[in-house]
């Protein structure tokens, strides 16, 4: 139902969901202190004051974690960035590879074919990758609307994506799907109000004004959440984030960082004692006689480098315990395993949130202590972690795409499918590379050693679609793809491949140089025509490249080949 202009006056001054506004913006407070790179530690979240608080300022009759000197000092250690920002960023490296899936699908369907390339150069294709998965880092709880410019100036509007942080919302309310029934915002000097029948702005210094309104023909309002995993299955406003059940550890990560370093401080240099010199004085102008006689302060002794000096006072006689009685100087080390532990401490910590979250360590440490089924476990536990996150960007994504392609060209759109994959680029080239090694050693059958090879190219040219498309060609030139020139070696000198054949695997990739400089590149030659026909075109020339160099040197050196 359509909200009344006095409806919408009375929710902006009641804020009926002011307490889980509340709660979401101290939620995302709280994600931005681990979250974001800020260089000028008064630029922090205001969460950073929370962390104090906890750390030494406590409530009356609250015990306080730290004594008021040992607070002030650590307090002092604390430097921006955040050391907990690097973990982070870790951690979100992961997921981002949602966005890179190798079997990713995107369909939309038009009623008139000329839509699809207006709707390919109009569409934001980075939208989800930057400000959504920024979003998702310190935003969690924000609000997906659909933003029409106030004047239209071309053949269709032009809505556009934009994400509303919670701090700026007034009052929402969202169905059980997450979809926003209504949603109220504030920013700047202006009040939006967004329902299922129209788009309304009023004055934020007025609101007895009339609104300018808009309406529109969705049937729903173009608004909703941007994360759909709630945070307590009651509450339809406030979100988890993929670290949320981690913060408390990673609070704690923070302190017992700070700590070492305070630790470092006290410990990491020995501490040397010394008897109390009598007769040593500060002041190096004054002689002897004139320090004894003013009483000046002793020096002591000075110490070469970093590290605690204790003075203890000389035994006065035989019956006196003497502290120094192996020397006049005593060198107490700092205790190894207690400097030890807090390193592994700190990487236990480290882990175990990095493994909650993404699903695997942050890295193998001892590669050999870890078997085949562990590693099958890790990665599909990194898989499961992957599609719970991509699910989240897909619905919101669909929904976003629908609604802009409702608002722009009407009943014209007839619908979409978005689907991020599932074949995740879980391993590095270097692993992938080890793996099919490992495959061609074990008598793994061709379709294996093929997966592998593709998943190879998939990885190494995730990003740059021209060379994945390049290398592809090169592959079905190839006569043995997936086969070393030693193992081709082996097949020629068996009788396994003909002269001509293995003249081409020899000499593919100057075979391949040689036709770019006589012709085009390879991905451009033969476009007009169908890929089979390409493919045999090329390969007409490397034959007769073949035959040249039979003609010249009819006994091949497989050493030079090499």
């Known amino acids: 139902m359509p909200l009344s202009n006095e409806q919408i006056r009375k929710l902006v001054e ?64 604390i430097r921006a960035p955040i050391q907990t920002v690097e973990l982070t960023e870790g951690i979100y490296s992961r997921l981002f590879r949602i966005f890179y899936a190798q079997d990713a699908f995107f369909n939309y369907r038009f009623t008139d074919d000329s839509l699809e390339t207006d709707w390919a150069e109009f569409r934001d294709d980075q939208f989800w990758q930057v400000k959504g998965f920024e979003a998702m880092q310190t935003a969690i709880d924000s609000v997906w609307i659909a933003a029409l410019p106030s004047e239209q100036f071309t053949e269709f509007p032009e809505p556009e994506n934009r994400l509303i942080d919670i701090e700026n919302v007034i009052d929402i309310q969202n169905d059980k799907y997450n979809n926003c029934i209504h949603v109220i915002f504030q920013l700047g000097d202006y009040v939006y109000v967004y329902d299922d029948s129209a788009f309304r702005v009023f004055d934020a210094n007025n609101m007895g004004l009339e609104p300018v309104e808009a309406f529109h023909d969705l049937g729903y309002c173009p608004a909703r959440m941007f994360w759909s995993d709630k945070l307590v299955s009651s509450n339809d406003i406030n979100k988890e984030s993929p670290i949320t059940k981690e ?77 120094m009685q192996y020397g006049p100087v005593k060198i107490i080390a700092p205790p190894v395993e207690s400097l030890a532990w807090h390193v592994k401490e700190e990487m236990r910590l480290t882990d175990k949130i990095f493994r909650s979250v993404v699903g695997i360590e942050q890295e193998v440490r001892d590669q050999d202590a870890v078997n085949e089924m562990q590693m099958q476990g890790s990665f599909e536990s990194q898989k499961s972690v992957l599609l719970k996150t991509k699910k989240n960007f897909e619905v919101i994504h669909k929904f976003a795409d629908e609604t802009i392609c409702k608002l722009r060209y009407g009943e014209r759109f007839a619908g979409c499918e978005i689907d991020y994959g599932t074949n995740f680029f879980l391993k590095d080239v270097g692993d992938l590379q080890d793996d099919l090694k490992t495959a061609k050693e074990s008598g793994a059958s061709e379709v294996i050693v093929s997966s592998i090879g593709d998943n190879i190219l998939n990885t190494r040219y995730r990003d740059d679609k021209n060379n994945r ?44 140089r040689r036709f770019e400089r006589e012709n085009t590149d390879v991905v451009n030659f033969g476009s007009l025509t169908n890929y089979n026909r390409k493919i045999e075109g090329i390969l007409e020339a490397f034959k007769m490249y073949a035959d040249e160099m039979i003609i010249v040197e009819p006994n091949i050196n497989k050493d030079e080949s090499i």
């Open 469 to 512: 498309a390049r290398a592809d060609i090169v592959d079905d030139l190839d006569p043995m793809p997936n086969k070393t020139m030693a193992e081709a070696i082996e097949i020629f000198d068996k009788g396994g491949i003909d002269k001509l054949n293995f003249i081409i695997k020899s000499n593919l990739l100057s075979f391949v």
């Open 14 to 77: 009641r804020k009926p969901h002011e307490k889980e506004i509340l709660a979401g913006v101290s939620h995302q407070n709280r994600l931005k202190f681990h979250s974001e790179t800020v260089l000028n530690k008064y630029d922090l979240s205001s969460y950073y004051n929370d962390f104090k608080a906890w750390l030494g300022a406590s409530k009356p009759g609250e015990p306080e974690l730290l004594a008021k000197d040992k607070y002030e000092r650590l307090i002092s250690l």
């Open 247 to 323: 913060l408390t550890d990673m609070d704690w990560l923070l302190f017992h960082m700070t700590s070492k370093r305070y630790m470092d401080l006290a410990n990491a240099y020995p501490i040397t004692v010394v008897y109390n010199p009598d007769g040593n004085y500060d002041d190096d102008n004054i002689t002897d006689n004139e320090q004894r006689k003013d009483g000046k302060k002793p020096v002591g002794a000075n110490l070469a480098g970093s590290g605690s000096l204790i003075v203890v006072d000389a035994p006065r006689g035989a019956d006196e315990a003497d502290l």
